[in-house]
């Protein structure tokens, strides 16, 4: 069974109390970095045998082997380099994510800089996941499980212009974009040979070019020798060379959210709408997943310029709040946005739903943290979006 699915989540899951004291007990060097993996693959387990007991095809580790939801690929990579406690300098003060840190007096921490010429080393850092996933699944199942990377983009955004990369190693965004991609591409030649059939790239930087706040930032940015709408071009060709060499049955899709952190917390807001041409008819992804669970997305206008050979999932099921939605109200949402898609395409309602589903707007625990919500409480909201998904869609998956 091929992805995308009728009922979908957007990977991070909650985790469990016993996995968040053990890593913390590592990192305070009150326990030994050798008793993490075994209670961290327990944790595993019991989320994986969640989501099959939920009925979810779409299967991940819940990203429970991550401090954040982007992981560690940017940091192995040859010319990266971490950097803690970074000057402020740095960054773009009116980037969303970066504005929020700013307001509550913090640096933004587990920063990544090019310090050199960008490679890949040949050795996946999110490869181990996949395997043990598979380990975990019979070998049909193998295809649906999904791995959330990192937006090749997220590290060039939220830094000022110039600072993103030495002058002396890249003399423009081109070169440094090329690098980049070329490292994306080895990536996934090595997850596809290990048997990934589905992808999901998460980024909330191109969520923050619907904000009229970080619009304004930008243009009184006199330090910016590119327009926030060139640059969100570059970003899309930045993917499309990204993605440019993987087969054609490798899936991949793009999660927008205006924010997911420590406390239920948003960064932005804004609608799709300055953003919709570009972002559905030039990104070469096949499926969207779109936060639409407040109004802060804007309504589903947007989605008229969805073309017929690409997929939407409607994230109209908040994951940063306990309180169930209404399950009539959200189907209602869902017909209306097919309504929008069908007469966009001159199709039919029907033909729509056919490239549609639900999930939750964003992950559960983008930072390890966790949303403002409990494990039940989860388990409620995953519940409510498969019962969303098979009563349009009944006996689809």
């Keep these: 069974?091929?992805?995308?699915?009728?009922?979908?989540?957007?990977?991070?899951?909650?985790?469990?109390?016993?996995?968040?004291?053990?890593?913390?007990?590592?990192?305070?060097?009150?326990?030994?970095?050798?008793?993490?993996?075994?209670?961290?693959?327990?944790?595993?387990?019991?989320?994986?045998?969640?989501?099959?007991?939920?009925?979810?095809?779409?299967?991940?580790?819940?990203?429970?082997?991550?401090?954040?939801?982007?992981?560690?690929?940017?940091?192995?990579?040859?010319?990266?380099?971490?950097?803690?406690?970074?000057?402020?300098?740095?960054?773009?003060?009116?980037?969303?994510?970066?504005?929020?840190?700013?307001?509550?007096?913090?640096?933004?921490?587990?920063?990544?800089?090019?310090?050199?010429?960008?490679?890949?080393?040949?050795?996946?850092?999110?490869?181990?996941?996949?395997?043990?996933?598979?380990?975990?699944?019979?070998?049909?199942?193998?295809?649906?499980?999904?791995?959330?990377?990192?937006?090749?983009?997220?590290?060039?955004?939220?830094?000022?212009?110039?600072?993103?990369?030495?002058?002396?190693?890249?003399?423009?965004?081109?070169?440094?974009?090329?690098?980049?991609?070329?490292?994306?591409?080895?990536?996934?030649?090595?997850?596809?040979?290990?048997?990934?059939?589905?992808?999901?790239?998460?980024?909330?930087?191109?969520?923050?070019?619907?904000?009229?706040?970080?619009?304004?930032?930008?243009?009184e940015d006199k330090t910016n020798i590119t327009s926030a709408d060139d640059m969100f071009e570059a970003y899309i060709q930045l993917y499309n060379d990204c993605i440019s060499k993987a087969p054609a049955d490798m899936h991949f899709g793009v999660h927008l959210c205006r924010g997911n952190f420590v406390g239920s917390r948003h960064f932005s807001e804004g609608s799709y709408d300055r953003i919709a041409t570009k972002l559905f008819q030039s990104l070469n992804v096949q499926t969207y997943y779109l936060e639409y669970d407040t109004p802060r997305a804007g309504g589903f206008e947007p989605l008229a310029y969805l073309p017929k050979n690409k997929n939407v999932i409607l994230g109209v099921i908040t994951s940063k709040f306990p309180k169930l939605e209404d399950k009539e109200e959200m189907k209602r949402r869902v017909y209306e946005a097919a309504e929008i898609i069908a007469k966009g395409n001159g199709e039919t309602k029907e033909d729509a739903l056919k490239r549609m589903g639900v999930s939750p707007q964003c992950g559960f625990a983008s930072h390890e943290g966790g949303n403002l919500i409990d494990m039940q409480g989860m388990t409620n909201k995953l519940k409510l979006v498969r019962e969303i998904a098979d009563e349009i869609w009944p006996g689809e998956a």
């Design 1 to 219: 069974m091929s992805p995308p699915f009728r009922a979908e989540h957007l990977g991070s899951l909650l985790r469990p109390d016993e996995l968040l004291a053990k890593r913390k007990a590592v990192v305070q060097h009150e326990a030994d970095p050798s008793e993490l993996p075994p209670v961290q693959n327990a944790a595993i387990q019991f989320i994986v045998q969640k989501q099959i007991e939920l009925g979810f095809r779409c299967i991940t580790d819940g990203e429970y082997g991550r401090h954040m939801f982007w992981g560690t690929f940017f940091p192995n990579l040859n010319g990266m380099t971490e950097i803690y406690n970074p000057p402020i300098e740095l960054f773009r003060a009116y980037a969303p994510d970066v504005a929020a840190f700013i307001e509550e007096v913090q640096i933004p921490g587990e920063s990544v800089i090019c310090t050199g010429k960008i490679s890949h080393t040949g050795e996946s850092t999110y490869v181990d996941q996949v395997k043990y996933l598979q380990s975990l699944l019979p070998e049909e199942r193998w295809g649906e499980i999904k791995l959330t990377v990192a937006a090749p983009n997220w590290y060039h955004l939220r830094y000022y212009e110039g600072k993103a990369y030495p002058k002396d190693v890249y003399p423009s965004d081109k070169e440094y974009f090329a690098d980049i991609a070329k490292a994306y591409q080895v990536e996934l030649d090595i997850l596809y040979k290990a048997g990934l059939r589905n992808v999901q790239f998460d980024d909330p930087n191109l969520a923050y070019f619907c904000s009229e706040k970080m619009l304004k930032g930008w243009e």
